[in-house]
């Protein structure tokens, strides 16, 4: 029993960046993806594209930037001003990165094999499309989250 809540106990942190780095990039994600599912056309397609853009820089590259620019001492004195502190940040900056891999493209192709908007106008069909989409991208991320 010992040896269970020691191994819970390390991996708090993991767990947490994994739990808040998938609800911040789901939210995100299909926030952005269902935009271009439903504009569609060359809006949806440009949309697209722009993800594309971003999944060519490297996540490292942009953690360095972001730990440099944080690191600045007025920057770093305002942020704990606000009782932010450098973990709170990284769950977040994991979650506003990891948006761009799955949940944008998974929350459009849901909205576009939906056809959204439908003659009805109800939004069912949206729901029925994106559940299932953002269910199967959700699943795939987490391990991605927490092994890194």
Not at 70 to 86: A, C, F, V
Request: aromatic share 8%; charged share 10%; with cysteine.
């Amino acid at each position: 029993m010992a040896l269970l809540a020691r191994l819970c106990w390390g991996a708090r942190i993991s767990l947490a960046v994994g739990l808040v780095a998938t609800l911040v990039s789901l939210v995100i994600g299909v926030s952005y993806g269902a935009v271009a599912g439903y504009l569609g056309g060359s809006v949806g397609n440009l949309m697209m594209r722009i993800i594309d853009v971003l999944c060519s820089i490297p996540f490292i590259f942009v953690v360095i930037f972001l730990i440099t620019i944080l690191s600045t001492e007025p920057l770093k004195q305002t942020l704990e001003d606000y009782g932010i502190n450098r973990i709170m940040i990284f769950f977040l900056m994991v979650g506003a990165i990891y948006w761009r891999r799955g949940p944008a493209r998974a929350a459009a192709v849901g909205v576009v094999l939906a056809g959204w908007p439908c003659s009805r106008g109800c939004g069912r069909c949206a729901r029925q499309g994106l559940s299932c989409s953002i269910t199967a991208c959700d699943c795939g991320s987490k391990p991605s989250l927490l092994l890194g």
